[in-house]
């Protein structure tokens, strides 16, 4: 029991320590409580891990949390085999981006700040997953939306971050509004919050409706909607996509923490752990397909002309996210999670990588370090980063047999599996896999091809990162290369999808069929796809290096509708943010004039006109106060008769 309590509290002991006593007395040594607290978080969870594995799952309450009459949730914990995954995910994921932030950190006047809110970040996703009922979710879920905010907006002196951390934070008010009222319909329908309860009882409801508007509405299906709608807005799908690729205006470390193992890995996990109710639901099932496979394509295609960085790997995470839910969709839950374990590896390698660039140049006195027009030349300078980058590229392309080529190769067969939706979500997801592996290889060559296209001046002074940036790359290398291998495919190696079996008795196994011949041509597609990225990619900036620009003149207005995301954040800000900021003010103006001037400067003139009027009492007249007086006497003995 003390095991388990101690994952999630020894980061929230981390957070306490430091935000209460990090400025006066820890200041720069804060990462001495906060690296220990989540190794030690770690070490926990792979003996967690190894417990599931020995069949001993664990679901405990630790103590009563809210009491009302029948109503009864208590903080309690599931440790079974979809969560043991996620707190190796998580741990591990947080222990290398803790290491690797002393360095990138270095100097900050809010360092020991910084280490309490990415405590308090991973203790919020640790409860998240942990729980073992839908109220404690929906505590981490809510939890790690703050924590968002917070390390998104860390650098508030800039505009552009306080910014973004309050874009973050309102927009996923949307979607956790529809997941609020999702659990509250648990509670309505089940009586209980508790997930074994919950999902135990789900096929007693099979076909009931509920009755909105005149309309009548599956149950189930209206329940799933709206528990996705949380997922959309965490997991950052369409069409709450818009916050995501602003959360990179925050340090590179929260950034590959966001992004690879904690908030946005939310709505998959979320989704997975529902999959009783979900499988229950087609319309929600086809939802959830659809909404990735359309969000898969869409993310890819405005990766394609970023300039900046660390926003084409933001891009990224979100089409990668679209594979995910993808894969939820079609039923294929446990791809969906293998893809989430080997994304975490190579995309927080990816953002790591970035902020080893970054920090590079930054360093060099380069103050446009994250434009990749900028840069050029770097492999000479940045042998390691440059290596380990390489690594990331291959495995998030589908380069066999890489990472992620085990866990996007699984998605694209299930999708295809699916009958004609199946088959055009996977046409969906094998065109995103092509701009996948064109913008990654883009991002290689336009960073560390080539010469360096800033001054001579900085480029003198562009030098490796030091140990303890570099070290956590390579071990997150390693995962990006070998993590795979616990997910390969049968046609490959009988009884090698060990991750697979290992989570069937949550997740169960996908139920599509397919031939040997149809697996094989899903595989050549997919790696002839990610090869025609790489070949595109090197023949317009190593080859040919004037295309891109020529392409860009000729197609300029797509160029510019990618290049300005479609205009979506300009279409929200037009049709809601603006409406609602006049409406705001009208509405403020007229509270504060009729309301609270009314009541400041109302109370004060009543008083005084009582008092100008009582004032008039007081004639100095002997004689008159002498008939009140008696007509007082006369009022008193005539009550007192009367009650008599």
Known sequence: MLKYTLIPLLPFISFL???????????????????????????????AFFDVLGGHDVNVNIYSWIVSGDFNVSVGFLIDQLSAIMLIVVTSIS?????????????????????????????????????????????????????SYFLIGFWFHKKSASDAGKKAFIVNRFGDFGFGLGVILIYLTFGSLEFMQVFDKAGSIAGQTINILGNDVNLITLICLLLFCGAVGKSAQLPLHVWLPDAMEGPTPVSALIHAATMVTAGVFMVARCNPLFSMSPVA?????????????????????????????????????????????????????????????FKALLFLGSGSVIHALHHAGHHDEQNMQKMGGLKKYMPITYKVFILATLSITGIPFFSGFFSKDEILWRAYQGGDLGKFLWLLAALAALLTAFYSWRLIFLTFHGTFRGSHEHEHHIHESPPVITVPLMFLAFGAVFAGYVGIPPIFLEHGDRIGEFLAPVLGHPAGHGTHAEEIFVILVSIAVAVLGWMVAYNMYIKNTGLPQKLQDRFAPVHKLLFNKYYIDELYSKTLVQPMLKASDKIILGFDTYIIEGIVNGVPNLIGAFGRKFREVQTGMLSNYALVMAIGAVCIVGIWVFLK
């Open 95 to 147: 222990t290398l981006i803790f290491i690797y932030s002393i360095g990138y950190m270095h100097g900050d006047p809010g360092y020991y700040r910084f280490f309490a809110y990415l405590s308090l970040f991973v203790f919020s996703m640790l409860m998240l997953v942990m729980g073992n009922n839908f109220l404690v979710m929906y505590f981490g879920w809510e939890a790690v939306g703050l924590c």
């Open 285 to 345: 099932m086809n939802t959830v397909a659809i909404t990735g496979g359309l969000t898969a394509i869409f993310a890819a295609t405005i990766a394609l002309v970023q300039n900046d960085i660390k926003r084409v790997i933001a891009y990224s995470t979100v089409s990668q996210l679209g594979y995910m839910f993808l894969a939820l969709g079609v039923g294929a839950y446990s791809a969906g999670i293998f893809h989430l374990y080997t994304h975490a590896y």
């Open 17 to 47: 320590i430091n935000i209460l006593f990090g400025r006066n007395y820890i200041k720069d040594k804060a990462h001495w409580i906060a690296v220990p607290a989540v190794a030690g978080s770690f070490i926990l969870a792979v003996s």
